[in-house]
């Protein structure tokens, strides 16, 4: 395969998932381990570098699947859109447990314990998944004995009735190349459109 997308295809020059051996020509090949994403949003870049272009970002608690670690950097892939590049290592951790919900305020406080007076750990933005342990009222007590506000998540599965007016939520929200609070998931319509890169092949 002399020609694919780079955008959504594990394969360098020096390296490629194990799966494209055979299809894809690299000097060697690796096979991926699963992790997620232990921060709100996480720059994925098109280098190891902090100065390198945002390509997307990986949300909390979403799967990434790491073919490389070296000097910080994790190089991989996003399960849910694909996307390939760099991240920084510490940003993730191992799969623990599965995230059955979802958030589906604008973002929402991490919390260490179930006060909104505590100061937060994070700040999750939609579509961030989350593994709920237990439903305390007002808040939700995470596989990772942090706190959500119960009113913020909502089962991985569901969909908003109008996802227009969830879209419209983010009027007035500045652009950035690469954000991708609202990408597929909560506000999705019902028939969900053909899946496709978020932007164009660049020429």
Known sequence: MSEYDR???PARADLAAAHLRGKIEA???????????????????AAPS???GQETQLLFGEQFTVYEEKD???????????YVGYLRSDALLAQVAPSAHRVIALATPLLPDPDAKRPARDMLP??????VAKDEGRF??????????????APIDAVASDWVAIAERFIGVPYLW???WIAPGWCRPRSKPAESP???IPT
């Not at 910080?72 to 694909?82: K, V």
């Not at 939609?126 to 593994?131: D, G, H, L, P």
């Not at 939700?140 to 998540?153: I, N, P, Q, S, T």
Request: proline letters at 3%; aromatic letters at 8%; charged letters at 25%.
């Open 27 to 45: 000097a060697r090949y690796a096979q991926g381990r699963p992790a997620r994403g232990n921060r709100g949003a996480i720059p994925l870049r």
């Open 126 to 131: 939609m579509n961030a998944k989350v593994a």
């Open 72 to 82: 910080g950097w994790a190089w991989g892939q996003i399960e849910r859109d694909s």
């Open 198 to 200: 978020r932007r164009a």
């Open 7 to 9: 955008r959504i295809t």
């Open 178 to 180: 690469g954000l991708d």
């Open 50 to 52: 902090i100065d390198a």
């Open 140 to 153: 939700v007590r995470l596989a990772d004995g942090l706190f959500v506000f119960a009113a913020h998540v």
